[in-house]
């Protein structure tokens, strides 16, 4: 038996983890401990929760508007003494986390191979995402196995002298987990989303919460959204807030008194995809609705001048359109009365992957320690 150890400490990490946990588990190869860093705690306890990971470890980390370095010296202090205790055979980090690469760092002085899954993706722009394109190139630099998600991340690995045998294309692991959970259209708790999505009255979903974002930018997403929900009464805004109080207190009080807006705390990644499969279209500066919403057929609108996720733009269904104040109320308002321009964005595209993600990627790790091969790569964009 070989340990292998999923390192996470993020919604978006662990909802991208969540397959491969559980492919490891299923393997007669390996001893998956999971641990957990706990820079979230509410959203990543729920995603956890709806995949059934029991954590064998909890770093516990999170501090209220904890700095990048805490997060950073907390997680690296936390597996030393970790590794102290037990030496996997591997770590797997995810993405482009302060967590992720924190892990692969302590991984690293510690002379254990790292698994990058989500290797490779670039935006060009070292301040954009901050501080996600730098962690992900310093991951880069010190991983054992890069799994990228699309040939177009490989390429970026390879430009920077990364070994083609060290990188597999799997897919991005967050289709495996859409897939296997918006079919079940599951249940809101609140009871004004389960009014509203059978309604049908169409819904703006928005969700942000990116950190070079924080500020002038998002005060003028709280303008642009308090303007799109006078102009559009027929339209209802649905944003799931962050628990970062920063986001909260820059959006939220131009929206305040609205009533075809409905702000909810995070929800459970169920809720949250069921919601997507209803939107009629999405106003996002996150990375993996950028992904999961193309999949089900829905026009995104991202609030970013770049993205390391260029495929969907290059399919027709994401659209870059900054931050600015007009510029967001503009592109919504066109999305909403241009059918033609509707219709061209909302074709269901994959891009990302086909559900088999983790699959791939258990099977690279087997070939690593020695008791496998890998399987046929993803051969999408
Ligand atoms: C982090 C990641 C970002 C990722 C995002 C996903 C870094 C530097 N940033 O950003 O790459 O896209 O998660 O959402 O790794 N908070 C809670 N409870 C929670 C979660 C957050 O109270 O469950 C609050 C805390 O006040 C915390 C703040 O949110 O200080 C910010 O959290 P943090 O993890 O530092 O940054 P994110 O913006 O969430
Ligand atoms: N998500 C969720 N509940 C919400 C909002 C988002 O489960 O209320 C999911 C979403 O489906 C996606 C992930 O969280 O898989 C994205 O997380 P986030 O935007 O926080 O981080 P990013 O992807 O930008 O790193």
Do not use: W
Not at 181 to 197: G, N
Not at 324 to 351: C, K, T, W, Y
């Amino acid at each position: 038996m070989h340990s292998i150890m999923p390192i996470f400490g993020t919604r978006p990490e662990a909802i991208k983890m969540a397959p491969i946990v559980s492919a490891l588990q299923e393997s007669a190869h390996f001893d998956c401990i999971v641990t957990v860093t706990g820079q979230h705690r509410e959203m990543l306890d729920q995603v956890n929760e709806l995949f059934g990971i029991v954590p064998d470890h909890d770093l516990n980390i999170l501090r209220q508007g904890q700095t990048l370095s805490a997060i950073m010296t907390r997680t690296i202090d936390g597996l030393e003494t970790l590794f102290a205790g037990s030496r996997p055979d591997a770590v797997v980090v995810q993405g482009d986390t302060t967590t992720s690469t924190a892990a692969a760092i302590a991984a690293f002085y510690h002379g254990i191979p790292v698994v990058h899954v989500e290797a490779g993706l670039r935006s060009g722009d070292l301040l954009s995402p901050f501080p996600e394109e730098a962690n992900r190139k310093i991951t880069s630099q010190i991983a054992r196995l890069h799994l990228a998600p699309t040939s177009t991340s490989r390429e970026n690995l390879l430009r920077e002298g990364v070994s083609p045998e060290d990188i597999v294309v799997t897919g991005n692991t967050v289709i495996d987990a859409l897939l296997a959970t918006v079919d079940k259209q599951l249940p809101f708790t609140d009871p004004r989303l389960e009014e509203l999505a059978t309604s049908g009255r169409r819904i703006l979903l928005v969700t942000t919460h990116r950190r070079e974002n924080q500020g002038d930018a998002m005060r003028n997403m709280g303008r642009a959204l308090a303007r799109i929900a006078d102009a559009e009464p027929e339209l209802t805004i649905v944003l799931p807030a962050h628990k970062n109080p920063v986001v909260r207190e820059a959006v939220l009080p131009a929206l305040d008194g609205k009533p075809n807006v409905l702000v909810t705390e995070p929800l459970a990644y169920g809720e949250f995809t069921r919601l997507l499969s209803v939107a009629h279209l999405v106003l996002t500066d996150s990375g993996g609705v950028q992904e999961e919403a193309p999949s089900l057929g829905k026009p995104v609108l991202v609030m970013r001048e770049n993205t390391e996720r260029p495929e969907a733009v290059d399919a027709g269904t994401v659209l870059l359109i900054g931050t600015d104040e007009e510029r967001i109320v503009s592109e919504v308002s066109r999305l909403i009365h241009d059918q033609g321009h509707f219709a061209a964005m909302a074709n269901a595209v994959n891009p990302y992957g086909d559900g088999k993600a983790a699959a791939r990627t258990v099977a690279a790790i087997e070939e690593l320690v020695g008791v496998g091969s890998r399987i046929g790569e993803f051969d999408g964009a």
